[in-house]
């Protein structure tokens, strides 16, 4: 996991979209490494809005549009008039995903994108739309080729 500092810092290197298969698979050549694409693990403390299904939709698809993935689909879930939202959206490129404990302040994210995408770009946009005072983040990359 990485703190507020470090992620202010952290920077995801261009990627160069090359097929590494036979077809056009959109996977990522970086660093001498070929992979399907990056997955972030996103956790929010001290979060607001997280209640507001509005809000939540507007966040994701800022979200999406800035890491440049097409959204497919949007479906989420306000388990309450003051509960917590569970959703996803589905993208040509994968998906982001939102599992919100209000009462917590807290959100646990996902943004899981392929080729040219930037998961990195949908950073700023939580920071700025839900005001966490803390924020953790993991990254994994999916289909990492032998």
Partial sequence: MT????????????AETVP????????????GLAYAGTH???DIWGAS???????????LREAVAATGATLLRM?????????????????AESHMSIHTWPERAYAALDVF??????PYKSVPVLRRIFRPS??????MKRGLMP
């Avoid at 507020?4 to 995801?12: D, G, S, W």
């Avoid at 590494?20 to 660093?31: I, K, L, P, Q, S």
């Avoid at 479906?75 to 993208?91: C, E, K, Q, R, T």
Wanted: hydrophobic share 45%; proline share 3%; net charge negative.
């Fill in 20 to 31: 590494v298969a036979e077809g056009n698979d959109y996977f990522v050549r970086r660093n």
């Fill in 113 to 118: 994108v392929c080729g040219t995408c930037d």
């Fill in 134 to 139: 803390s924020v953790q983040l993991a990254e």
């Fill in 49 to 59: 809005g997280l209640d507001d299904l509005g809000l939540v939709d507007a966040a």
């Fill in 40 to 42: 972030l693990l996103i």
């Fill in 75 to 91: 479906d989420l879930h306000h388990f309450s008039p003051n509960g917590g939202i569970s959703g996803v959206a589905v993208l």
């Fill in 3 to 14: 703190t507020n500092a470090a992620l202010r810092k952290a920077r995801a290197p261009a």
